[in-house]
């Protein structure tokens, strides 16, 4: 054959290295790879590496950080928590005392509602409505007068009595004492000898208490009149105003009785501006 049938040799051919032929080995024992164990002396590495920890200097601050702001809201937490501990720490029958004095309470204005819806039946079914309607404002007239101050009223109640040798019962102690008491249903007070009505201010004034610009002094003697069974228990609730007095080494006693009579007076006052709006 002439060179043209001949194959023409590929240029990157022979750039490779020649093909060796492998060569095969025979089977021989496979020779199993050491395990590794741990020294004795990686152990004393690691031991060492962990004991005695090493803190750096912004850990500690952070540390220092979370434990003051952990001190922190366990104050506030408990301080949170004084002003239900007086209730917590009450005794059972401190509580069912507060229990009744709140059914009584419910009790009476559920009969106040009854009363006023009495009066307007007795109105709808009068036969004479412009009597019954003079009868009602006749009466209305007296119990606006008891809580204005300018008739004397009488009734079952109970008398409060503080004495106050220190010097350490203040106005507004006087004024919780009057406040919780009307809360309770008080209808009528009397404080050495000035009548209290809605518009009254207590003020201090050296050694004494001032109500509505009269001065008075020790001991304060309250003339109240409602029902006993709801105002004494009302001034003897866990951190109620009996307490309060106490804590100020004041004595405080509280009598009941069936007959309590407010005969001081206020002058009736006449508005300036305010006119009634019916014809």
Request: aromatic fraction near 2%; charge should be negative.
């Amino acid at each position: 054959m002439s060179n043209e049938d001949e194959t023409p040799e590929n240029p990157l051919r022979r750039e490779l290295p020649d093909e060796v032929p492998a060569v095969a080995e025979g089977p021989g024992p496979v020779q199993p790879e050491p395990v590794a164990r741990p020294s004795s002396a990686g152990r004393q590495r690691l031991v060492s590496g962990l004991w005695p920890p090493r803190v750096s200097r912004a850990q500690l601050i952070v540390a220092v950080l979370l434990f003051g702001l952990g001190f922190g809201l366990a104050v506030q937490v408990a301080s949170n928590s004084d002003g239900d501990s007086a209730l917590r720490g009450a005794r059972q029958e401190d509580l069912v005392r507060i229990l009744d004095e709140l059914d009584n309470r419910t009790q009476r204005l559920e009969d106040e509602k009854r009363g006023l819806e009495d009066q307007r039946t007795e109105l709808e079914n009068s036969s004479d409505q412009a009597e019954e309607a003079r009868k009602q404002t006749v009466e209305k007239e007296k119990q606006l007068g008891i809580l204005a101050g300018t008739v004397a009223a009488q009734g079952p109640g109970i008398t409060l009595t503080i004495d106050d040798t220190k010097g350490t019962v203040k106005a507004d102690m006087l004024l919780d004492a009057i406040q919780e008491l009307r809360a309770a249903g008080a209808e009528a007070i009397q404080v050495n000898g000035v009548r209290v009505v809605a518009g009254t201010y207590l003020a201090d004034s050296g050694s004494g208490v001032k109500v509505d610009g009269n001065k008075i002094t020790q001991p304060y003697r309250f003339k109240v009149i409602g029902k006993p069974q709801d105002l004494e228990p009302a001034l003897n609730i866990p951190g109620g105003v009996v307490q309060t007095l106490e804590k100020e080494q004041a004595t405080v006693t509280v009598e009941r009785s069936t007959k309590i009579v407010v005969d001081a007076l206020r002058p009736a006052e006449r508005p300036d501006y305010a006119r009634s709006s019916s014809p």
